[in-house]
């Protein structure tokens, strides 16, 4: 048993693209303790939203592992030609990917990544309702609901919740992307370049609202390639030719 | 849960749907009206047939006829499931309209009257029987002529306010012609299968019984019966009236009741040979109308005794030809004996296909009896009689008509299938526009699976949706099919689509069956589902971190 709540280990991904691989992570190893706060810097292309991806199981390495709580994310590399093969389905690793995404991951885009035909309310209650069958949500539906309230009121997005995403600016879209990551209470949120897409006074009010969320205790592992934006994490990495380099 | 939510919201949200709601609610409408008309065609086809031949039809297919009928009928009286029997002649004849050019080649019926109205529905579909009951004969008759009476007080004509803008001596039918009116005048019956003429419109102004019909008027003399008696004739219809596109007949004042018409027959001897064409006036005694066009346009009506009289298929003595001695008797023929049966026997519902059997059993079993000491042909005659159900009879007609609705119902659904292949069209471009979605579903933890549910539930709305829509729009347009087309003939008369010469009946038939509709709402959904498989499949194994970076 290790204290860390996510493990990479000698994580490995490589593109083909024609006849060029492009292998973009060589092995990369990282430990994130519960609670923490890391920021991996890279520069454009290096890798970092793959990692993260890899990492939020949103992606399948060619190698290497990734632990959660000690739990195997992928399949144990020979059973993993395929990302969501029928094998990987059948070990039960795609599944229990699906189930970290459900309940214990958060996910941050840099380009928001909401529904454009939900307003507000519904981006963010779609989280919940997506863990739930029609029985469960017929019972979890007030609770859920008032949860995504108490969320999108802690984000400042109390007034907008019948707007639709086309009707936000874009410091509040990234709002409501991190209120629909945190509904759920995940155990670890992802941001991949939250601030990338925003002026800086939108980056850095975002910020805060991020630098809160983790002095409340939520573990974060953001990817940037803004220095300023890495500096508020507690530990920054630095990925550079396919490997995580302490700074 | 939120399979349910995303597949409704992209059906009110994505309006590129509606298309594909709309190819399956045109070809559910489609295929329904094309099932509701071929199969009311085929409905009205066996519900004509069976209401002008009755229940089982006994007959030798031969334009010579076959004997011994009196008989049979006479035997199977006794049986317990007939009601009753009538035998029926069938010829043709040229038919020509006293003082006229005009002649038509026509199928002539011989029947007995008061038998026929109990064994079909012949009854039902005369015209003058119906507002004049009880004065259709096909005896001889004189024609009937509306006179004037001269005693009674002057009638006032009246204007459209009812201001008096004249008077007049009352109009009178002969005593038997006017009590029969006044009857159905009391009990309620209107013509509502003429449309107004000059005449009606001077009888409801006067506030008097309307004369319904076309009849001889000798306004300076008292109603008469008048002319020289002859046999009465029951005339199709279609012969003697005009159709107009709202489904009325146009009557013309040149063919009154009880008017002379001129038969002009060809008989045949009981071995086929053909003898020298006869001539008879008739009386014009009512029209018929079955429905089936070739029938109303084609067929006369005439008394059975008489036709077979004129034909030569009655009694008559045989003659040695070398000799010239009577060596014993022709048995009278006929051309098919029309028998209805009755519904149940003791309590237990008859079998009409075994009681056909039994009665064609007993009828080939004169062929050997020696009660009857037939001829050689007569035997023959006898030998080729067969007895059928109604539906039997008409098998070489609505056998096909199956066929063919079942063929066109089949080519129509392969039609359909566009439809189908619309959908997946439809999805799956919905689907590459919604790439980037479906990666922030799986993002969220939406599971293969269950996306592909969501484009599946997709497709399956939109059959929902649209074969509904398109069952309602297929179910009005074929119980408003005929007013519809009856407008389009007014419109302009070359959009006429239901030709009744061609389709045998005077409507486009409309019925629309339950069970129609529910397969084609069935196999519109499961058309519309499989249409989306591909899209969902599609949707379903897509890589999250590949579609959210889909540009």
Not at chain 1, 10 to 34: H, I
Not at chain 2, 55 to 62: A, C, L, P, Q, T
Not at chain 2, 70 to 79: G, K, L
Not at chain 2, 296 to 306: P, R
């Amino acid at each position: 048993m290790s204290s860390s709540l996510l493990v990479a280990q000698g994580v490995q991904k490589t593109y083909v693209m024609g006849r060029v691989q492009l292998r973009v992570l060589r092995g990369c190893d990282l430990r994130v303790a519960p609670g923490e706060f890391v920021a991996i810097m890279g520069k454009s292309g290096s890798g970092k939203s793959t990692l993260l991806h890899i990492l939020g199981a949103l992606d399948v390495p060619q190698a290497g592992q990734v632990l959660f709580h000690d739990e195997p994310v992928f399949a144990p590399p020979g059973r993993r030609r395929f990302a969501t093969s029928a094998l990987d389905v059948l070990y039960g690793y795609e599944r229990r990917r699906i189930r970290y995404r459900r309940f214990a991951f958060g996910f941050v885009f840099q380009f928001y990544h909401l529904l454009p035909e939900l307003n507000v309310l519904e981006n963010v209650l779609l989280a919940r309702m997506v863990g739930a069958s029609t029985f469960v949500w017929s019972r979890q539906r007030a609770r859920a609901r008032a949860d995504t309230l108490a969320v999108l009121g802690h984000m400042g997005l109390a007034e907008r919740l019948r707007h639709r995403p086309a009707e936000l600016s874009g410091g509040e879209r990234q709002r409501v992307a991190i209120a629909r990551a945190l509904v759920h209470k995940p155990q670890i949120l992802f941001a991949d370049e939250p601030t990338g897409n925003l002026d800086a006074a939108a980056g850095a009010e975002l910020m805060s609202l991020i630098k809160g969320l983790h002095a409340e205790g939520q573990t974060i592992v953001m990817v940037t390639h803004d220095p300023t934006v890495a500096g508020q994490a507690d530990r920054i990495l630095r990925l550079e030719e396919g490997q995580l380099r302490q700074v | 849960m939120y399979k349910l939510f995303l597949t409704l919201r992209y059906l009110r949200k994505r309006r590129i749907a509606y298309f594909a709601i709309a190819a399956v609610l045109l070809c559910t409408a489609m295929v329904l009206i094309v099932m509701s008309v071929m199969g009311g065609f085929l409905d009205q086809l066996k519900f004509k047939a069976r209401g002008l031949l009755g229940d089982i039809i006994v007959d030798n297919k031969s334009y010579s006829g076959f004997p011994l009928y009196e008989e049979f009928i006479a035997d199977i009286a006794q049986w317990p499931e007939i009601q009753i029997a009538t035998p029926v002649l069938y010829s043709f004849g040229l038919l020509r309209f006293q003082d006229t050019a005009q002649t038509h080649t026509v199928r002539v019926v011989g029947v007995r009257l008061e038998e026929v109205y109990e064994v079909n529905a012949f009854k039902h579909g005369l015209y003058y029987e119906k507002y004049y009951p009880g004065t259709t004969t096909l005896a001889e008759q004189q024609q009937p002529v509306i006179g004037v009476d001269l005693n009674a007080e002057p009638i006032e004509l009246k204007d459209n306010k009812g201001e008096v803008i004249g008077r007049g001596a009352r109009p009178l039918l002969p005593p038997p012609y006017e009590a029969a009116l006044q009857k159905s005048w009391a009990a309620g019956v209107r013509d509502d299968e003429t449309p107004p003429t000059e005449w009606t419109e001077i009888c409801r102004d006067a506030n008097i019984p309307i004369i319904v019909g076309e009849h001889e008027v000798d306004p300076l003399h008292p109603p008469a019966l008048t002319g020289d008696p002859w046999p009465g004739l029951i005339i199709g219809r279609d012969i003697i009236a005009k159709r107009l596109a709202d489904g009325t007949y146009k009557r013309y004042s040149m063919y009154p009741r009880g008017c002379i018409v001129t038969l002009t027959m060809i008989p045949t001897t009981g071995g086929g040979s053909v003898d020298t064409p006869i001539k008879q006036p008739f009386r014009y005694a009512d029209d018929s109308r079955t429905g089936i066009y070739e029938i109303d346009s084609q067929h006369v009506y005439c008394d059975f005794a008489l036709l077979q009289k004129l034909l030569h298929m009655d009694q008559a003595e045989r003659v040695d030809p070398e000799s010239g001695a009577v060596v014993g008797t022709v048995p009278a023929r006929c051309s098919q004996i029309q028998i209805k049966i009755h519904e149940s026997v003791g309590g237990r519902p008859v079998n009409v296909k075994a009681v056909a059997q039994r009665l064609q059993e007993h009828y080939l079993s004169y062929a050997t009896n020696p009660r009857f000491k037939l001829s050689i042909g007569d035997t023959q005659l006898v030998e080729y009689v067969e007895a059928m159900t109604w539906e039997e009879s008409q098998s070489h007609i609505i056998a096909p008509v199956e066929k063919e609705r079942q063929l066109v119902t089949i080519l129509f659904a392969i039609i359909s299938l566009v439809a189908a292949v619309l959908v997946l069209c439809i999805l799956y471009m919905i689907v590459l526009q919604k790439t980037r979605d479906i990666g922030i579903i799986k993002a969220i933890g939406g599971s293969s699976g269950g996306v592909a549910l969501i484009f599946i539930s997709y497709g399956a709305a939109v059959g929902i949706v649209g074969s509904t829509l398109g069952t309602v729009l297929g179910y009005y347009f074929v119980r408003y099919i005929n007013p519809f087309q009856d407008w389009l003939t007014r419109v302009n008369p070359a959009w006429q689509v239901w030709d009744r010469s061609v389709y045998s009946f005077d409507e486009i038939p409309h019925t629309v069956r339950g069970h129609d509709m529910i397969a084609v709402i069935v196999a519109a959904i499961a058309a519309s589902t499989l249409g989306s498989l591909l899209a969902a499949w599609r949707a379903g194994a897509m890589q999250p971190v590949e579609a959210l970076r889909h540009e």
